[in-house]
């Protein structure tokens, strides 16, 4: 069976003004639930969390639910609805090219002639990983959203 991915979403999120800040809410997403202090910093925080959530379910293999339609919402006063967009190649390219921390050990002889010749102990270890793996000039490629 191939997992068929969209690479747009666009789902309605209820914003919840309260004095202590904002929560974001998606009705069709449950456990997708942002905050912030401010209006631009919900919008930020709902767009990154509904990346997360969706690429989670992808992974997981998850079906992922149609949007409800905005006239279905009735918020309440202290509310206001807004359409979140997420575009999801480059989303996945973000979280699979994100840097993952390693720990290693190595003789102490070697760590000084490394750290005396100022080696990059990050960058080698890459290029020799990806020269083991015949993979030198790989990167993953990011596509753009139209």
């Known amino acids: 069976m191939v997992k068929v991915t969209k690479d747009k979403y666009i789902y309605p999120a209820i914003f919840d003004y ?17 905050c912030a202090h401010n209006s631009e910093e919900a919008f930020k925080n709902a767009k990154e969390a509904l990346g997360l959530h969706l690429w989670g379910m992808e992974q997981d293999g998850d079906p992922i639910p149609e949007p409800t339609p905005v006239e279905k919402l009735h918020p309440e006063p202290n509310q206001v609805v807004g359409l979140i967009e997420v575009w999801m190649p480059a989303f996945r390219e973000s979280i699979e090219s994100k840097a993952v921390k390693k720990t290693l050990t190595i003789p102490k002889w070697l760590n000084d002639l490394a750290e005396k010749e100022n080696i990059n102990f990050s960058h080698l270890l890459q290029s020799a990983i990806k020269n083991h793996l015949g993979i030198e000039g790989y990167k993953p490629l990011a596509r753009k959203q139209p």
């Open 18 to 34: 309260a004095d202590d800040g904002i929560s974001v809410e998606f009705p069709d997403l449950p456990g997708c639930l942002p």
